[in-house]
Antibody, heavy 121, light 113 residues
Framework: QVQLQESGPRLVKPSQTLSLTCTVS??????????WSWARQPAGKGLEWIGR???????DYNPSLESRVIISIDTSKNQFSLKMSSVTAADTALYFC?????????????WGQGTLVTVSS | DFVMTQSPDSLAVSLGERATINCKSS????????????LAWYQQKPGQSPKLLIY???TRASAVPDRFSGSGSATDFTLTISTLQAEDVAVYYC?????????FGPGTKVDFK
C-alpha cells in the first residue's frame, strides 16, 4: 500500500525558508487523479491544511498561507515538496504529508509520520 | 472558511462503555447533487499521525473496527465508539471537505474514566 515519508531540516531560522520533501512509496505519484497534501499541527493544537498538488502538477493553497507557500512535484523521484518562506516562530509545528482521496477536495489517507520543524535563531 | 467545532473538548469513559463525540459545521456539508455529507473523522494517538476512520460521514475506512460509527447530516455529526477499548484512547478530529480549504475541528480527547 502507499506510504509517505517526510524529510527535511528540523531547525529553520526566522525569516528563512522552510523546505520539506515527501517521498511516496508503494504507488505512483503521477496522474491527474492523484492529489497530495501538506498539513501541520502546532504542539498540542489542531490540524491546519497547507495546500495540495495533483500528480499532473496543479497546486492550490490555503488562502491563509498562500503568499508564503509553494508546493511542487517531482514525478521522476516520486516526491512532492513544500517551501514556506519568511517563517516565524508561529510556523513551528509537526508537518505532515498525506494523500488526498476523492480529490482534489477529499479526505486524507494515508498520512506520513510527520516531521517536527522548529523555527528558532 | 467552514468552521468546525467539536464537543466535548474531552471525555472520560469506562472500558466497554460508549463514547460519543459531536462535530458541528458552520455551514451545511450535505450536497444536493449526490445526497452525501462531506465529512471525515480521524483518530490520532500520542506521537502518531492521524488515521482515517470514517468518510462520507458514515462510511468506515478499510480495517476500521465496527465499534466505530459515524452519523449525522448537514451541520451536525456524531462519532460513536460503541464499546471503548484500551487502544481507543486518542484525540479524534472531524474534517470537512465540502469547500476548500478543507478544515478540521479542534479535536476531542478520549481517555479512560
Amino acid at each position: 500500500q502507499v506510504q509517505l515519508q517526510e524529510s527535511g531540516p528540523r531547525l529553520v531560522k526566522p525569516s528563512q525558508t522552510l523546505s520539506l520533501t515527501c517521498t511516496v512509496s508503494g504507488g505512483s505519484i503521477s496522474g491527474n487523479s492523484n492529489h497530495w497534501s501538506w498539513a501541520r499541527q502546532p504542539a498540542g493544537k489542531g490540524l491546519e491544511w497547507i495546500g495540495r498538488i495533483s500528480g499532473s502538477g496543479t497546486a492550490d493553497y490555503n488562502p491563509s498561507l498562500e503568499s508564503r507557500v509553494i508546493i511542487s512535484i517531482d514525478t521522476s523521484k516520486n516526491q512532492f515538496s513544500l517551501k514556506m518562506s519568511s517563517v516565524t516562530a508561529a510556523d513551528t509545528a509537526l508537518y505532515f504529508c498525506a494523500k488526498e482521496l476523492a480529490g482534489p477536495l477529499g479526505w486524507f489517507d494515508p498520512w506520513g509520520q510527520g516531521t517536527l520543524v522548529t523555527v528558532s535563531s | 472558511d467552514f468552521v468546525m467545532t467539536q464537543s466535548p473538548d474531552s471525555l472520560a469513559v469506562s472500558l466497554g462503555e460508549r463514547a460519543t463525540i459531536n462535530c458541528k459545521s458552520s455551514q451545511s456539508l450535505l450536497s444536493s447533487s449526490n445526497n452525501k455529507n462531506y465529512l471525515a473523522w480521524y483518530q490520532q494517538k500520542p506521537g502518531q499521525s492521524p488515521k482515517l476512520l470514517i468518510y462520507w460521514a458514515s462510511t468506515r475506512a478499510s480495517a476500521v473496527p465496527d465499534r466505530f460509527s459515524g452519523s449525522g447530516s448537514a451541520t451536525d455529526f456524531t462519532l460513536t465508539i460503541s464499546t471503548l477499548q484500551a487502544e481507543d484512547v486518542a484525540v479524534y478530529y472531524c474534517q470537512q471537505y465540502y469547500s476548500s480549504p478543507p478544515t478540521f475541528g479542534p479535536g476531542t480527547k478520549v481517555d479512560f474514566k
